[in-house]
T-cell receptor, first 111, second 110 residues
Framework: DTGVSQDPRHKITKRGQNVTFRCDPI?????LYWYRQTLGQGPEFLTY????????KSRLLSDRFSAERPKGSFSTLEIQRTEQGDSAMYLC?????????FGPGTRLTVL | RKEVEQDPGPFNVPEGATVAFNCTYS??????FFWYRQDCRKEPKLLMS???SGNEDGRFTAQLNRASQYISLLIRDSKLSDSATYLC???????????FGRGTSLIVHP
């Protein structure tokens, strides 16, 4: 499968715990994006990388959120001290031009 | 005003009907436009790009109206399998950050 993959697909955690998600993009794509989506809304931009450089972060992104793409391939998104409001679908997408290809997402539930 | 606005619907249509959705954008410098389809609890998937000259792919036609700052998606001869949420995506000029609309829900019934 040469599409975008994400791991885990589901994560249930208790409030205050840290969680980390992984995204493996399409190999020839140099841009990688993270989004958050809640019910009834479109994906909300969180951050993006061009190769290993993180070029933009949403102003709405709490400092509890951090993302890395150390070798310009896979990326991780970490949420520290999770809150119930962090419950959402976290989507990763990769892009060569402007067309974006999404992974299946990680559904986070914070109890 | 939101950057990208869509009527959330739902649009409830019978099989075989023609249905159209609009998506308005506020930034006149927007350059690239797309329609994505999202099935329930699945990831968005690219449906089609929207070119200045319009774009047609089978039963689907996308158009751009720069003067009025909106894009449209027309679906002809609706199928049950067209039931989904349709998201419009806009890139502002010079930016690699897309803005998604909240999506329009389509329900095609027998």
């Amino acid at each position: 499968d040469t599409g975008v993959s994400q791991d885990p697909r589901h994560k249930i955690t208790k409030r205050g715990q840290n969680v980390t998600f992984r995204c493996d993009p399409i190999s020839e794509h140099n841009r990688l994006y993270w989004y958050r989506q809640t019910l009834g809304q479109g994906p909300e931009f969180l951050t993006y990388f061009q190769n290993e450089a993180q070029l933009e972060k949403s102003r709405l992104l709490s400092d509890r959120f951090s993302a890395e793409r150390p070798k310009g391939s896979f990326s991780t998104l970490e949420i520290q001290r999770t809150e119930q409001g962090d419950s959402a679908m976290y989507l990763c997408a990769s892009s060569g031009y402007n067309e974006q290809f999404f992974g299946p997402g990680t559904r986070l539930t914070v109890l | 005003r939101k950057e990208v606005e869509q009527d959330p619907g739902p649009f409830n249509v019978p099989e075989g009907a023609t249905v159209a959705f609009n998506c308005t954008y506020s930034n006149s410098a927007s350059q690239s436009f797309f329609w994505y389809r999202q099935d329930c609890r699945k990831e968005p998937k690219l449906l089609m790009s929207v070119y200045s000259s319009g774009n047609e792919d089978g039963r689907f036609t996308a158009q751009l109206n720069r003067a009025s700052q909106y894009i449209s998606l027309l679906i002809r001869d609706s199928k049950l399998s067209d039931s989904a949420t349709y998201l419009c995506v806009v890139f502002s000029g010079g930016s690699y950050i897309p803005t998604f609309g909240r999506g329009t829900s389509l329900i095609v019934h027998p």
